[in-house]
């Protein structure tokens, strides 16, 4: 069974950094895109950053380009999000997703507030 | 970036009835391998989403089979027949074809 566990939400101000952490477990973790995707309270869903099976080949929006970074740890089966110069609008839910949506973990709040 | 238009935002049916949501896309599907990358997604009230049907037209495992979707290039629909209480909560469209990648902005079902 296909398991992801994010961690590391939380409040923070604006302009200040964050980490975000997704563990899996329940598949072959280096054979799959991963992604994180984001939904603002009572909003739908946002696409936030994608990587290759091996890292070498990251994406994102134009909304965090340049603020946020996609990493993965393969030996570690974990997914990473490096949040930096936040905002009031990054506020959300934020999940981790594998490939093409076909795995979702409980997804962990950000709130971004003085 | 591809918009993502759904229709209709919300809908309410009775137990049993069937239902049709509606997902048109401002540029085409269709990646250059030939694959249509168009997914449909359910969020349970309270619930992280979950891939009802990947690929335009196939099932994911274990969502029952009353779930179908159809269409091509840039009009897609996903039909739900006899519509069950379960069935309730948000569905989208989502495209991973072209970056960024985009969502439709939802339909919720409600049952009366």
């Known amino acids: 069974e296909v398991q992801l566990v994010e961690t590391g939400g939380g409040l923070v101000q604006p302009g200040r950094s964050l980490k975000l952490s997704c563990v899996a477990s329940g598949f072959t973790f280096n054979n799959y895109w991963m992604s994180w995707t984001r939904q603002a309270p009572g909003k739908g869903l946002e696409w936030v950053a994608s990587?290759?099976?091996?890292?070498?080949?990251?994406y994102y929006p134009d909304s965090v380009k340049g603020r946020f970074t996609i990493s993965r740890d393969n030996a570690q089966n974990t997914l990473y999000l490096q949040m930096n110069s936040l905002r009031s609008e990054d506020t959300a839910t934020y999940y981790c997703t594998r490939g093409y949506y076909d795995g979702w973990g409980q997804g962990t709040l950000v709130t971004v507030s003085s | 970036d591809v918009v993502m238009t759904q229709t209709p935002p919300s809908l309410s049916v009775a137990i049993g009835q069937s239902v049709s949501i509606s997902c048109k896309s401002s540029?085409?599907?269709?990646?250059?391998?030939?694959?249509?990358?168009l997914h449909w997604l359910l969020q349970s009230p309270g619930r992280s989403p979950k891939r009802l049907i990947y690929q335009v037209s196939n099932l994911g495992s274990g969502v029952p089979d009353r779930f179908s979707g159809t269409g091509s290039q840039k009009d897609f629909t996903l039909k739900i027949s006899r519509v069950e209480a379960e069935d309730l909560g948000v569905y989208y469209c989502a495209q991973t074809t072209h970056f960024p990648l985009t969502f439709g902005s939802g339909t919720k079902l409600e049952i009366k």
């Open positions: 990587i290759t099976n091996s890292g070498g080949s990251t």
């Open positions: 540029q085409s599907l269709v990646y250059s391998d030939g694959k249509t990358y």
